[in-house]
């Protein structure tokens, strides 16, 4: 059998192997990770984890301030009502009532916040 009767089944071959060797690298060998991703890129389910983080340590310091700067990282429209509807969702799907508390109490707290008045000076 010679080349010409063979064809060119070797570069189809060497293809397949190429292809199915890049699949085995990319999957097994060196997959990606995501290190240091945006808290707006997460899924739906890690969003909700990263508010419930977020009311628990509002919940042990305090600090609305920063609770809200953690939470305005997700990139949502309305942070209370996000945070809320998640409290809500918690209690009724019979989730930890802790953690749904907590999340209520950041809710309240953003509800209620007040808008700071802007000083300006004024010359006399």
């Known amino acids: 059998m010679n080349e010409d009767e063979r064809g060119n089944w070797?570069?189809?071959t060497g293809v397949v192997l190429g292809i199915m060797l890049g699949i085995l690298f990319a999957w097994v060998i060196s997959p990606v990770e995501y290190v240091d991703t945006a808290?707006?890129?997460l899924k739906d389910e890690f969003k909700d984890q990263y508010r419930v983080?977020?009311?628990s340590a509002y919940?042990?310091?305090?600090d609305l301030v920063r609770a809200k700067a953690r939470l305005e990282l997700l990139d949502?429209?309305?942070i209370y009502l996000v945070v809320a509807e998640q409290?809500?969702?918690m209690l009724a799907e019979g989730g930890s009532v802790e953690e749904a508390q907590a999340?209520?109490?950041l809710a309240l707290s953003l509800g209620q916040e007040i808008p700071q008045p802007k000083i300006t000076?004024?010359?006399e």
């Open 10 to 12: 070797y570069l189809l």
């Open 39 to 41: 808290p707006e890129s």
């Open 53 to 55: 983080l977020i009311a």
């Open 59 to 62: 919940v042990a310091n305090g």
């Open 76 to 78: 949502e429209a309305d």
């Open 87 to 89: 409290a809500q969702q």
């Open 103 to 105: 999340l209520g109490r």
């Open 121 to 123: 000076a004024t010359a």
